[in-house]
């Protein structure tokens, strides 16, 4: 009788937490909308993909359009991003007119920004909206 009181104890206990750490929605994880501007050298990098490395989670991307503007959005889970500070990466590669998808691709950007561990880029993502300015340098 004392093991089925200390089982239901336990499980009365433990089922407040699986339902936290399950969450809600989205799978669980909390996103913001996330837009920015990428600009190289002080003018916006027209073409190419931002994408975000989070310390946990998903990360985001988004495609930069002429301008170098970019919403950010977590595929399935939905638009923006998930809370907290992600790394970022900056890929833009020049047309070279080739067809072929093994066609050697240039580096638009210092080849430091395509990945999100040496680009030095971070995005702290908080509750809400947020704005983001990515300012690479060529040098």
Known sequence: MNLAISFRRSLGLALPLIAALAGCGSGGVDLASVEGQV?????????????T????????????????????????????????????????????????????????????????ETSGLTIDVQPGANSAVLKLDSN
Do not use: C, M, W
């Not at 600009?39 to 994408?51: F, Q, S, Y």
């Not at 503007?69 to 595929?75: D, E």
């Not at 580096?107 to 990945?115: D, G, H, R, S």
């Open 39 to 51: 600009l190289l050298d002080g003018r916006p990098l027209a073409g190419g993909v931002v994408t």
């Open 53 to 116: 490395l989070p310390a946990q989670g998903r990360g985001a991307r988004g495609e930069l359009d002429e301008q170098g503007r970019f919403t950010l959005s977590s595929g399935s889970l939905g638009p923006g991003a998930a809370i907290g500070v992600h790394r970022v990466a900056v890929i833009a590669v020049a047309d070279t007119g080739q067809l072929s998808p093994e066609a050697p691709k240039k580096l638009l950007t210092p080849e430091k920004y395509a990945n999100p």
